[in-house]
Structures are given as structure tokens and as C-alpha cells.
């Protein structure tokens, strides 16, 4: 709270930055130490982490107020007005400290506390176990051991503890091989590739330039033309730029698109995952995927791969292993590469974001083949920059590690789990899918804007029908009428079993009291609550006592063998 000068400012305008007419939203802006919180004239509140904001900037004064301009990591934009500028210089100086933390112990995780108990916080950190991930692949094996020459970081700081090598490579070899690599980064498994007759495996390895040739017998060199960060994080720049633009005709806008070189780089990575699981399924041959450290373009070609191959990565919790093992655990530096803290602007690159744009693009050409769904990823984006969550701090498993995040943080996992029907496809077929590689089409036409991650908090947008929304409100609606069905029978049932005990106590207080004029009424009036008289129909709502169109129903209620309603194409609404 210390950053914290004006906590509260009343009648600040949230402009619409698409609108032509500059419409806005007047209402109460509140700085909090974790959120900034706009809340409008109608009672909506827009929220907005810290650890979102990627930029602040503060325009120049106007005859309306002083323009405050915000840009998110997670691609949010928002543009106030405040009325004051001392107001709005004060915030804007709040904002600067609040959303750049010098350290790691400030951010969010270290705070946020969703009322778990420690065993319930260590639980959620166990629901991912890489060791039962290898042994679902086949390893060890006879080619493939556990080593742990690294398990003290003395070989690699930024590989784990736990690596697997071949069983022909000693640990001199491992040494040796070592510091022949950028970081000590030496070739190890990462994907095993398990069919009928067929083994093979994925490998990572990292150093600076490429392999030399001649050091190797029966190889094949392919290089597949994936750009550094810098690059990356330009084209990022650059289509954000044409995305915020207001007012673009459709000709200006793709060609915006086109020359930022976004989709030609997606277009790259889904073309090196293809190579990869083309060569271990066509060719029967093992992969070593090298780039210049094996943080970056290593982990975006090996996950991607290993999705292609192995549809347990195409679930929800194999995404999440997936995640752990080749990004988390072998050292993308999500740290820096998201600009958790106030480092290096040059180092911030959007590879993940990449990856899980060629995801989505594989779930848009493969709807069957997913468990999860759009909502899932964009989910996952989220929390790469939230720093709500312990699972994406830090650069490396042992900062991770000197960090004590499983004893301070939570885990994202099981809080995604616990939310599981919202995140899924209803077109999943696993059955199906279940040893199926995915062979995706990379034509330039299969390419396209994601409009959802880009534009998801732009509301007023004309509107997009969304086939996935369509379908899992059809679920739940589908889901509705079973139940319905289900109470409907449960009661026809219980109204049977009261029939039969009805008619039971008639007969039998009949034989003791033949003559009691009382009982006779009583018995009469259950009677006529339970079994409905020939001579007498019962009002449906929205007819009268003279519509005889319901006529021809009258002797199915008069049954004791009450018929069964169908609702296959809609609800039946009875007043009884």
C-alpha cells in the first residue's frame, strides 16, 4: 500500500476504443494493492491485475479531463479519463511501481491465499508427477535410464533433478557432453514414442550455433527457420499495432496482419512439430531437437511434437504434464520471458503465447481430437502473467526450488480442474482419438486471426457466434431436461406408491366402518387428488375449461399406469 497515493476517483470515463462516436463509461475507479477496479454507473466492475499491465501511459491533458492509457499483458487495453490531473498523475505513478516488482516475494502468489490448508496446497502440487509420466511412456527401459548426474545442479542448473539418458551413456560421457553445450544443456529424453514395432524418441539439446556433421554417422540435418525472440517479440508489436488501430478497412487490416509476420512464424513452429513427429512415425527415427539454448524454440518444437504424437497431451491434464515436463521442468524462462519482475524489457518474448496459438489452431483443424477446449487456453495465457499461481515463477526448477514455491504458492492445476466443465470441447472423441497422430494442414489458408485471444475483452465488437458456446449451452440444456425427466419419474413413481397404499387403507377401513359418511368423504377427496375423474380434466396452463382440444387425453389420465412425457424437443410445463 505503500505505492498507493489516491485510492479512489469518482467520475472517470472508460472510453470504448473501437467506437467511431467515442461513446464511454463514467464511473468510480479504486486502486488496491493487488487490482486496479473500475466499477460503472450500472454496477459492472472491470478488474485488472497489476501483474497484467504490461505499459502506462499518460497522455496529454484535454477540455474532458486527463487521458490514462493502459495495455495488458493478456492484450486488454483500456483508456480512461480522469477528471483531475493530479488524480491521474498519481495513479499513473502508483501503476508504474505497482505493475514492475522488484523481487519475487512481492508478487501476487506470495499473497494470494484461496483458503487451503497446507496438506491441501501440497495435494495440489502432487496432482502432476513427472516420474509416472515416464513410466506411462515406457522408461526406463532397456535403452533408456534414470540418471541422476544432475540431481545436485552440478552438471545444469536450468535442467531438473531427474534426467533420462541412454544406458550406454556413463557419467564421464555426460560430463563431457556437457560442457560442450550452451549452459551444460546435453541431449536428453524427452518424448519416448511407444507402437507395434516401433520405438523411437524425442531428444532436446542446446548449443550456441549448430551441430557439426562430421561428428555424427547416419544423420540428417533439417533446418526449419524458427526466428529468435527478438523477432518474435517485434511481431507481436507489430500486430498489436494493426489490432488496436480503429477504423481499418478489411484490405488495410490483413495486410497489417500479413506484413507483421505473425502467422508465418506460427506457420514455422507447426511446420518443425510436423517434421519432428513425421520422422519418428514415417521414418522410425529418433529427433534431436537443438536450437541456440533449448528454452525457447526447443520447447515450443518438442511439445508440439509430442501433441501430435500422443493424444493422452490432447486431454486436460496431459496438457497440463505436457506443460510441466517441457517447459516448466527442463527451464523456459516464463520469468523473463513474461516480465514478472522489472528486468530486462529485451528478454520479454511471447513463446509460449506461440505455442498455445499453434494449439488452438491445431483444436480449430482437429475439433474431435481435443478434450479441451478455446477456454482452456486462454485460461492458461492468463495465468502465465497473473503471478497468481506458483507454477510459472521463476526461470528454472531450482530457482523454483530456492524460491520455496510449494511451500508458499498454490499450484494453477487443481484451481483449472475444480472449473473442468467449463474448459470442455463437447465434439471430443476419445475413443476415436486415442492412438491417432495428428496430421495437420499447413497451407497458408489454414492460418488465421485469433480473434478470441486478441480481442476478448473488447465487448462491444460486432458480435461472433461461437459453434463451441452454441453446443455446450445445447449440453447443458440436454443436461436440464434429463434431470427434469429423472424428478419427473422419480414422482410418477412415488404417486404410484401412494395410489397403492390409498387404496389399501380404503378397503381395509371400509371393512371396520362400512357406514361412516366421514371417511367416505375423505377417501373420496385422496382419491380425487391422486387419480383424476373421467368427467374432470385438468386446466393446462394457457387453455380454458371449454377448450376440448385435450379431450383425447382424458382416459390416459383416468389409467393407474400413468403415462410416461416425452421431452426430446422441449420442456413440459404442467400446473397441477
Known amino acids: 500500500m505503500e505505492h498507493i497515493r489516491t485510492t479512489k476517483v469518482e467520475?472517470?470515463?472508460?472510453?470504448?476504443?473501437?467506437?467511431?462516436?467515442?461513446?464511454?463509461?463514467?464511473?468510480?475507479?479504486?486502486?488496491?494493492?493487488?487490482?486496479?477496479?473500475?466499477?460503472?454507473?450500472?454496477?459492472?466492475?472491470?478488474?485488472?491485475?497489476?501483474?497484467?499491465?504490461?505499459?502506462?501511459?499518460?497522455?496529454?491533458?484535454?477540455?474532458?479531463?486527463?487521458p490514462l492509457l493502459i495495455q495488458c499483458k493478456n492484450f486488454r487495453t483500456v483508456h480512461f479519463i480522469v477528471p483531475r490531473e493530479r488524480d491521474c498523475h498519481d495513479i499513473y505513478n502508483s501503476l508504474l511501481q505497482l505493475s514492475k516488482q522488484a523481487?519475487?516475494?512481492?508478487?501476487?502468489?506470495?499473497?494470494?491465499?484461496?483458503?487451503?490448508?497446507?496438506?491441501?496446497?501440497?495435494?495440489?502440487?502432487?496432482?502432476?508427477?513427472?516420474?509416472?509420466?515416464?513410466?506411462?511412456?515406457?522408461?526406463?527401459?532397456?535403452?533408456?535410464?534414470?540418471?541422476?548426474?544432475?540431481?545436485?545442479?552440478?552438471?545444469?542448473?536450468?535442467?531438473?533433478?531427474?534426467?533420462?539418458?541412454?544406458?550406454?551413456?556413463?557419467?564421464?560421457?555426460?560430463?563431457g557432453s556437457s560442457k560442450f553445450r550452451s549452459k551444460g544443456r546435453f541431449p536428453v529424453l524427452s518424448y519416448y514414442h511407444q507402437e507395434k514395432e516401433l520405438n523411437a524418441m524425442a531428444n532436446r539439446a542446446a548449443g550456441k550455433g549448430y551441430e557439426n556433421e562430421d561428428n555424427y554417422s547416419n544423420i540428417r540435418f533439417q533446418f526449419v527457420g524458427i526466428e529468435n525472440i527478438h523477432v518474435m517479440r517485434s511481431s507481436l508489436q507489430k500486430l498489436l499495432e494493426v489490432n488496436g488501430t480503429k477504423g481499418l478497412c478489411v484490405s488495410d487490416f490483413y495486410s497489417g496482419l500479413e506484413s507483421s509476420g505473425w502467422l508465418r512464424h506460427i506457420k514455422a513452429v507447426m511446420d518443425a512439430a510436423?517434421?519432428?513427429?513425421?520422422?519418428?512415425?514415417?521414418?522410425?527415427?529418433?529427433?534431436?531437437?537443438?536450437?541456440?539454448?533449448?528454452?525457447?524454440?526447443?520447447?515450443?518444437?518438442?511439445?508440439?511434437?509430442?501433441?501430435?504424437?500422443?493424444?493422452?497431451?490432447?486431454?486436460?491434464?496431459?496438457?497440463?504434464?505436457?506443460?510441466?515436463?517441457?517447459?516448466?521442468?527442463?527451464?523456459?524462462?516464463?520469468?523473463?520471458?513474461?516480465?514478472?519482475?522489472?528486468?530486462?524489457p529485451k528478454e520479454i518474448s511471447p513463446v509460449f503465447a506461440q505455442f498455445l496459438e499453434c494449439v488452438w489452431h491445431l483444436t480449430e483443424q482437429f475439433p474431435q481430437a481435443f478434450e479441451f477446449n478455446e477456454a482452456f487456453l486462454?485460461?492458461?495465457?492468463?495465468?502465465?502473467?497473473?503471478?497468481?499461481?506458483?507454477?510459472?515463477?521463476?526461470?528454472?526448477?531450482?530457482?523454483?526450488?530456492?524460491?520455496?514455491?510449494?511451500?508458499k504458492t498454490y499450484s494453477l492445476w487443481p484451481f483449472l480442474l475444480d472449473d473442468q466443465k467449463k474448459y470442455l470441447n463437447p465434439l471430443y472423441n476419445s475413443r476415436s482419438q486415442r492412438f491417432t497422430v495428428l496430421e495437420p494442414n499447413t497451407v497458408s489458408f489454414s492460418f488465421k486471426f485469433w480473434r478470441n485471444m486478441y480481442h476478448q475483452f473488447d465487448r462491444t465488437l460486432h458480435p461472433r457466434q461461437s459453434v463451441f458456446n452454441i453446443i455446450m449451452n445445447m449440453s447443458e440444456q440436454n443436461k436440464q431436461l434429463e434431470e427434469d425427466i429423472k424428478d419427473l419419474e422419480s414422482k410418477i413413481k412415488q404417486h404410484k406408491n401412494k395410489q397403492?397404499?390409498?387404496?389399501?387403507?380404503?378397503?381395509?377401513?371400509?371393512?371396520?366402518?362400512?357406514?361412516?359418511?366421514?371417511?367416505?368423504?375423505?377417501?373420496?377427496?385422496?382419491?380425487?387428488?391422486?387419480?383424476?375423474?373421467?368427467?374432470?380434466?385438468?386446466t393446462i396452463e394457457g387453455s380454458s375449461p371449454a377448450d376440448n382440444r385435450y379431450s383425447d387425453y382424458a382416459e390416459e389420465f383416468s389409467k393407474s399406469e400413468p403415462a410416461v412425457v416425452s421431452l426430446e424437443y422441449g420442456v413440459a410445463r404442467m400446473t397441477c
Not at 502468489?109 to 515406457?138: S, V
Not at 486462454?378 to 520455496?404: A, P, T, V, W
Open 11 to 66: 467520475q472517470v470515463k472508460l472510453l470504448d476504443r473501437f467506437s467511431t462516436s467515442n461513446k464511454s463509461l463514467t464511473g468510480t475507479l479504486y486502486l488496491t494493492a493487488t487490482h486496479l477496479l473500475f466499477i460503472d454507473s450500472h454496477q459492472k466492475e472491470t478488474w485488472i491485475l497489476h501483474h497484467h499491465i504490461a505499459s502506462v501511459e499518460k497522455l496529454s491533458l484535454t477540455t474532458s479531463g486527463c
Open 103 to 175: 523481487k519475487y516475494e512481492d508478487l501476487y502468489a506470495f499473497a494470494y491465499n484461496p483458503k487451503q490448508n497446507d496438506l491441501e496446497r501440497l495435494h495440489g502440487w502432487q496432482l502432476i508427477d513427472l516420474a509416472e509420466e515416464y513410466k506411462r511412456m515406457g522408461v526406463p527401459n532397456s535403452n533408456w535410464q534414470l540418471s541422476d548426474a544432475n540431481r545436485e545442479y552440478k552438471i545444469c542448473e536450468t535442467y531438473p533433478r531427474e534426467l533420462y539418458v541412454p544406458r550406454i551413456a556413463s557419467k564421464p560421457i555426460i560430463v
Open 274 to 344: 510436423i517434421f519432428l513427429a513425421k520422422a519418428i512415425v514415417v521414418e522410425n527415427a529418433s529427433v534431436l531437437v537443438h536450437c541456440s539454448d533449448g528454452w525457447d524454440r526447443t520447447s515450443q518444437v518438442c511439445s508440439l511434437g509430442s501433441l501430435l504424437l500422443d493424444s493422452y497431451y490432447r486431454t486436460i491434464k496431459g496438457f497440463m504434464v505436457l506443460i510441466e515436463k517441457d517447459w516448466i521442468s527442463f527451464g523456459h524462462k516464463f520469468s523473463e520471458r513474461c516480465g514478472h519482475l522489472d528486468g530486462d
Open 378 to 407: 486462454l485460461q492458461i495465457h492468463e495465468h502465465i502473467h497473473s503471478c497468481q499461481f506458483g507454477n510459472f515463477l521463476g526461470n528454472c526448477q531450482k530457482e523454483r526450488e530456492e524460491l520455496k514455491l510449494k511451500e
Open 500 to 538: 397403492t397404499d390409498g387404496i389399501f387403507t380404503k378397503e381395509l377401513l371400509n371393512s371396520v366402518h362400512p357406514e361412516s359418511s366421514a371417511l367416505k368423504t375423505s377417501l373420496v377427496l385422496k382419491e380425487q387428488t391422486l387419480l383424476p375423474m373421467n368427467d374432470a380434466l385438468r
